[in-house]
């Protein structure tokens, strides 16, 4: 069975890091696009980063570009999300998502109808 799996969220203060994972089982995260989206309270959930196939394609959301980094290790099947200058805006939950569709290998969506497989979601919250 195809999971993803979140990790890595937690309480910080303005200014600070925290880096998320994404673990696949079940197929391999190589062979798909990959999406990091959040969702803060009363708000709709939004694309924030995702990172092609041959991982030389990233996009970020103007919201977070600079200060968050998307990478994957093919060897631990995980995709990270390192967030630094945390501010409060960015306290949501954080989901990854998988599109193994995805026949380019220079491309992710920015579509979230796209991405078949999605994690639970792990909570991030900016505070001091």
């Known amino acids: 069975q195809l999971q993803l799996v979140e990790s890595g969220g937690g309480l910080v203060q303005p200014g600070g890091s925290l880096r998320l994972s994404c673990a696949a089982s079940g197929f391999g995260l190589d062979d798909a696009a990959i999406g990091w989206f959040r969702q803060a309270p009363g708000q709709e959930r939004d694309q924030i980063a995702c990172?092609?196939?041959?991982?030389?394609?990233?996009f970020y959301a103007d919201s977070v570009k600079g200060r968050f980094t998307i990478s994957r290790d093919n060897d631990k099947n995980t995709v990270y999300l390192q967030m630094n200058s945390l501010k409060f805006e960015d306290t949501a939950i954080y989901y990854c998502a998988a599109d193994p569709k995805q026949t380019s290998n220079y491309y992710c969506s920015g579509d979230q109808q796209e991405y078949d497989y999605w994690g639970q979601g792990t909570q991030v919250t900016v505070s001091s």
């Open positions: 990172i092609a196939k041959s991982d030389l394609v990233t």
